[in-house]
Each structure stands twice: as C-alpha cells, then as structure tokens.
C-alpha cells in the first residue's frame, strides 16, 4: 500500500510568516512530487512540482526533495491571508494515478 | 483556453438511483482521471482512461461504478443504485501525457445521497 502522510493540522502563521508544511512517502520507487493547494469547497489547484533531490523555488513558494529520507516539503514566504487554505501533497510512482495525503490545512492569520 | 469541466456541480440522488458524472477534459488532453473525495479525507484514485480504453481501475468499486471515455464526447462516471456512503465530491481530472505526470483538475460534483 503506497502512502502519503502529511500533518493534519491546522497550520496557524502570521502573515508575513513562513509557513511550513511537511510530507513523507513510503514508496522509495517514487519518481514525481506536486504539491496542490484546495481552497474549502473548490478543486486542487497545482501550484509546485518537483522532480530530483534539492529545492526548487517559484515566486514565494519553494518545494525541498529529500529522495534518502522520503520527504517533500513546501515553504512558503512572506505568507498573506489569501493563502489559507489546504494544501495537498501528491507522488507519483510508477503507476497512472496520483497518490494524495489527506493535506495540512493552514491559516495564515492577518 | 477552457479548463476541465465537469457537470453537474452538485447531484441530488436518492438512495438507488443511478448517477452519471461528466467529465470533458482540456483542449488538447486525451487522459483523464476520476478521483473521490470524502469529508475530510484526500482524494482517492478511482479509475484512469484514454479514449475509449480504460487504462487502469485499480481504484474501482467492484460494483456499481463504472466508466467510459468514448471517442466523442465526454467522460462519464457512472454510479448505479447509489448509497448514502457514496456521498462524496469526485473530481475529474485530465493530463496532455501519458501516465499522468501533471494533472489538472475539473470544480468537481459534489454528490449527495439521501
């Protein structure tokens, strides 16, 4: 059973804060990772992928891979209230679909 | 540049009845891919098609749910004699690739049994 564990939450930063948020994967075969944010209500929205080891930065948002350890976090800088919201971490690993966490829900408050 | 769509929004059915999910992928997209949603839960893979070829189901309900991709139109994820458990929002979503390397997601339906 491959499977994504992310913390639950809720996540609560300042805005203006950096927000952190942490994923780990159990299938080491694991090849894609993308974080998705979901507002309450709405679809996932893609905003961050990331392919090999290191970091990858994207405006204020930055996705770090570590394949060793199994762990794929998302930063998030200078957060703003807009960014409340659930963010869902995905992999990809081998197979046709993606396999999700259940997402960490942050509130970024003003 | 029209995302993925999905119709209806919300579904109403009572406990039996039958429901049908469409689902129409991006411009450009031949690869769609149905996922589930329960409260508070993440998205659980249902099923992966190309067109008219369902590619893989793992993810599938043995019973009761099905799908198709024909060559013209939409996708459709059918639920027959639905219970109140299959209350949950599926979403559709579409890749331009093959094996799903970036997905986009539809608004989804949000279907409610009562």
């Known amino acids: 059973q491959k499977e994504v564990e992310q913390n639950s939450g809720p996540l609560s930063v300042p805005e203006g804060a950096i927000a952190s948020l942490n994923c780990t994967y159990s299938?080491?075969?694991?090849?894609?990772f993308f974080w998705y944010r979901q507002y309450s209500g709405k679809s996932p929205e893609l905003i961050m992928s990331?392919?090999?080891?290191g970091d990858k930065e994207d405006g204020r948002f930055t996705a770090q891979l570590n394949k060793a350890s199994q762990y794929v976090s998302l930063l998030i800088r200078d957060s703003q209230p807009s960014d409340s919201a659930t963010y869902l971490c995905?992999?990809?690993?081998?197979?046709?679909?993606?396999?999700f966490g259940t997402g960490t829900r942050l509130t970024v408050i003003p | 540049n029209a995302g993925v769509m999905q119709n209806p929004r919300h579904l109403v059915r009572r406990r039996g009845q039958e429901a049908r999910l469409r689902c129409s992928p991006m411009?450009?997209?031949?690869?769609v891919y149905w996922y589930r949603q329960l409260p508070e839960e993440g998205l659980k893979f249902m099923v992966y098609?190309?067109?008219?070829?369902?590619?893989?189901e793992s993810g599938m309900p043995k019973e009761r749910f099905s799908a198709e991709f024909p060559k013209e139109g939409p996708s459709i994820l059918r639920i027959q004699q639905v219970v109140r458990g299959d209350s949950a929002a599926y979403f559709c979503?579409?890749?331009?690739?093959?094996?799903?390397?970036?997905?986009?997601f539809g608004p989804g339906t949000r279907l409610t049994v009562l």
């Open positions: 979503a579409s890749s331009p690739l093959a094996g799903g390397d970036t997905q986009y």
């Open positions: 299938d080491r075969g694991s090849q894609s």
């Open positions: 990331i392919y090999s080891n």
């Open positions: 995905a992999v990809k690993s081998g197979a046709n679909n993606l396999f």
């Open positions: 411009k450009g997209h031949s690869h």
């Open positions: 098609l190309q067109k008219e070829n369902i590619i893989d």
